[in-house]
């Protein structure tokens, strides 16, 4: 194959003129792309329409989250992480302030209904954030019921962290020691609301897409992930459980009380997009038996977050009335607490996959480093191996199936 | 916005990581570059066959300047349950790369997904993975210069942290900051009389509202005129009334 | 906005130039210029809650020559600028601009050094629309601000110039 590369100008814009006498060509796909999910520039060799070389190309949407969060206070650093994998902002915040907890040496001494309302709302994003990768799946393929289905299922859920947190996404509801405020009044009818709502709601979207001759048609046997490959490309959460090693955070390293509550991890084996959407709907209904578990215990009133003034504000009331309130309460604000030094690695089950923070403290009130290990980085290298010898098409499908945020992916 | 007040000296690690709280979130190896491709292989085979993130920091007063930090994980390779996934392992293995020799030897060839990983490593803080099949930068563009996530690299980038803030950041309504005290204050008195006094004889000169500013000049010279340098230094300045009451 | 000193000529081009402007305002057409959050915001605002078809944006086009509005949603990063400018090059006149949300307006929350402080230092903005993000009812309202925009003329009608 002959090649000459000869770049030239054209209005201004820098082209890269290759010229090759076989049948392939370049193609960009992306950054700007209804089905790429987001900012993803995958540049394809193609021949007609058979894909012969993937090379995804991202940081178009890096945004410097962790260099910001070494210049934040911990409490401050988790607005910026929160709109990292901006599908499920609370997971990021609650994998990011057990971190700073575990560093802390308080995550022993969290309160039960913190606890407890921590892994609602963990349940409700993975449920939200299911529905979103449902509904732009299912635009990919032209299912576009599905869509307008799914988000009415998200709009919901929204309006229960608005109504808890004070914002639809990034409500910044979690804080170190428990939770920023407790539920208001109303909240649990609302969620009881949610949950009537969810199984009618699941049967349809079922109704309209498990059996459905045209999405089996495209999602059977595509982008198919052997075990040791998923392991091999550091693959975790439905990825990897569709592809048959059952391997899910909640249940390896419990968290939030976890443990206490009754669920299954939904495994596949044949490790296919179907598969891989199999999964996830079957996570979704998981999900919603953790929440009616935790409503049940939720119907209980207790502290929602640790009394330690050093770390959490103090109650508005007494602020007015005591001394001792109004200087921790400043002290907290203007210049934060401390955290003493020392790194640690704490990792949450995401909607992604494994969502990992390794914060690295040296004593200041500021982060010394948040690394993020992000899911959708390592689930979306893998689209370099499997998009090999697939039609462009199926690609669509395999991004699709592999579910990337770029906030995550680019940071 | 972070506070300026800077934490006493002596109260922060220069090395966190040498600092083991009681947390069991992995078993922690240190390392250096020369025994790393050794070691990765030894914990593969051991059974950790998952490489869960390879991540970097920066510590500039500590030698060696950077970690590389490897997460691994393991996990069984075949089709597993929750049984007999049980209980993984975490083990951290710190890698320190000094600054003057920023080179580590590349995890790929063990785990394809190192890929990604040692780019972005590269990109944010300059350090290279011999053996790379392809080492260029990844998050920010092609011919970005420095590697931001070092600690000497600012915030703003190094364009932006040279172009002074927008000007309507420094004017406000309210007057800011804490009053001015010492010498400063002594200074700002003098030139909020001079300027008082010039504007004070424009208006005389022109005889409008004589009476009105007359009465201000006298009060404002007068003031200016008597009042001791040490009074003035403790008394703060108002820069909106006209006679600095407060 | 006439050709000669007709009147009877302007008057028909007038009537023209605001039928065409009815026609511009209840047909806006966006760009999918979905970058981060604000874009899961702005795909809330076609879905059923919300509904971004009833002012007439029925469809979200991918090309941009063939849409009118580029909502630029979410944190602009120093890469993507580029393409933001390439792709409002490539847009047809008229042409319209809402920058959504805080990122997109002013660089938000993150004065660093990856993030381009305000898309209107790369291409111009007709409506800023505040928030982190917004919701969609603040996307809503500022389709119709654009709409407002198109029909008291300016950048609209058929004889107007960008």
New interface residues.
């Given amino acids: 194959m002959s090649t000459s590369v000869v770049p030239e100008t054209a209005g201004g814009y820098h082209v890269d003129v290759v010229e090759s006498d076989n049948n392939r060509m370049v193609l960009s796909m992306g950054p700007q792309h209804p089905s790429t999910h987001g900012v993803l520039q995958i540049v394809t060799e193609i021949e007609g329409e058979v894909v012969t070389k993937a090379s995804p190309e991202i940081g178009y949407l890096h945004t410097g989250i962790e260099k910001s969060a070494e210049n934040l206070f911990w409490s401050q650093a988790s607005t910026v992480i929160e709109r990292m994998d901006y599908l499920s902002p609370l997971t990021n915040a609650l994998c990011y302030y057990l971190a700073v907890e575990k560093l802390l040496g308080i995550d022993a001494q969290i309160p039960e209904r913190a606890n407890q309302v921590r892994v609602l709302t963990s349940e409700l994003s993975r449920i939200a954030s299911h529905c979103v990768w449902l509904g732009t799946g299912g635009i990919d393929l032209g299912a576009l019921t599905a869509f307008f289905y799914c988000f009415d299922l998200r709009e919901r859920i929204l309006d229960l962290f608005e109504s808890a947190g004070g914002a639809r996404m990034h409500p910044n509801y979690i804080r170190v020691g428990g939770l920023a405020q407790d539920l208001p009044a109303g909240f649990l009818e609302q969620l009881d609301g949610v949950i009537a709502m969810y199984e009618p709601r699941m049967r349809d979207v079922r109704r309209l897409l498990q059996k459905n001759p045209i999405l089996q048609d495209r999602m059977i046997d595509v982008g198919i992930i052997a075990p040791e490959e998923a392991v091999a490309w550091s693959l975790t959460g439905p990825v990897l459980r569709a592809t048959g090693i059952a391997y899910d955070v909640r249940k390896a390293f419990p968290y939030s009380g976890y443990d206490r509550y009754e669920f299954d991890t939904p495994t596949r084996t044949e490790g296919d997009a179907y598969a891989r959407f199999l999964v996830r709907l079957d996570e979704m209904d998981e999900s919603m038996r953790i929440i009616r578990q935790v409503r049940k215990a939720l119907a209980e009133p207790g502290p929602w977050q640790l009394t330690d003034t050093k770390f959490a504000p103090p109650p508005k009331e007494t602020i007015a009335l005591s001394m001792e309130a109004l200087i921790h309460h400043f002290k907290l604000v203007s210049e934060s607490f401390r955290v003493p030094p020392g790194d640690v690695y704490q990792a949450v089950e995401g909607p992604r996959g494994e969502l990992g923070y390794y914060v690295v403290s040296n004593g200041d009130n500021r982060p010394w480093r948040v690394r993020t290990r992000p899911p959708s980085l390592y689930n979306l290298q893998v689209l370099k191996k499997i998009a090999l010898g697939e039609l462009i098409a199926d690609m669509v499908v395999m991004i699709g199936s592999l579910d990337p945020v770029f906030g995550e992916v680019d940071r | 916005m972070p506070s300026s007040q800077t934490p006493p000296a002596g109260a922060t690690a220069l090395d966190p990581t040498a600092v083991r709280p009681d947390i069991a979130d992995a078993r922690v190896m240190r390392i250096v570059p020369a025994e790393l491709q050794a070691t990765l292989r030894r914990l593969q085979s051991d059974g950790f066959s998952m490489l869960l993130d390879i991540g970097g920091v920066d510590y500039p007063g500590r030698e060696p300047r950077f970690d590389v930090v490897y997460h691994l994980l393991k996990l069984p390779q075949a089709e597993a349950t929750i049984g007999e996934v049980g209980q993984p392992q975490r083990v951290r293995v710190l890698c320190g790369v000094p600054e003057d020799a920023p080179a580590v030897p590349t995890a790929v060839g063990l785990w394809p997904s190192a890929d990604w990983a040692e780019r972005e490593i590269f990109d944010l803080f300059g350090i290279s993975f011999t053996g790379h099949p392809d080492m260029r930068r990844i998050q920010m563009p092609d011919d970005w210069e420095g590697h931001p996530l070092r600690k000497d690299y600012p915030l703003r980038g190094t364009a932006r942290e040279r172009t002074p803030r927008p000007s309507f950041a420094l004017k406000s309504n309210v007057a800011a900051g804490t009053p001015a005290s010492g010498r400063t204050a002594m200074a700002l008195q003098k030139q909020i009389a001079q300027a008082r006094a010039r504007f004070d004889t424009h208006a005389a000169a022109d005889g409008v509202a004589a009476a009105q500013s007359g009465a201000n000049s006298a009060g404002a010279a007068t003031t200016a005129g008597e009042a001791e340098p040490n009074e003035l230094a403790e008394r703060p300045v108002n820069l909106k009334s006209k006679d600095n009451t407060l | 906005m006439g050709l000669g000193g007709n009147s009877g000529g302007d008057f028909l081009l007038t009537t023209v130039d605001s039928v065409a402007r009815w026609a511009q305002a209840s047909s806006v057409w966006p760009l999918?210029?979905?970058?981060?959050?604000c874009?899961?915001?702005m795909?809330?605002a076609t879905?059923?809650?919300y509904d971004i078809a009833r002012l007439g944006s029925e469809v979200?086009r991918?090309s941009p020559r063939q849409a009118d509005l580029m909502i630029v949603s979410?944190?602009v990063?120093?890469?993507?600028a580029p393409?933001v400018k390439?792709?409002y090059d490539q847009m047809a006149d008229p042409k319209w601009v809402i920058s959504m949300g805080a990122c997109a307006s002013s660089g938000g929350?993150?004065?660093?050094?990856?993030?381009v402080?305000g898309v209107d230092t790369v291409i111009p903005v007709d409506v800023y629309v505040p928030g982190?993000?917004p919701?969609p009812d603040g996307l809503l309202y500022a389709v119709n601000l654009i709409q407002q925009q198109i029909k008291a003329g300016g950048r609209g009608g058929i004889l107007a110039r960008a």
């Fill in positions: 999918t210029m979905g970058l981060a959050c874009a899961i915001e795909m809330t879905a059923p809650e979200f991918a979410g944190r990063a120093r890469k993507m393409i390439r792709l929350v993150f004065d660093n050094y990856a993030i402080q982190c993000p919701t």
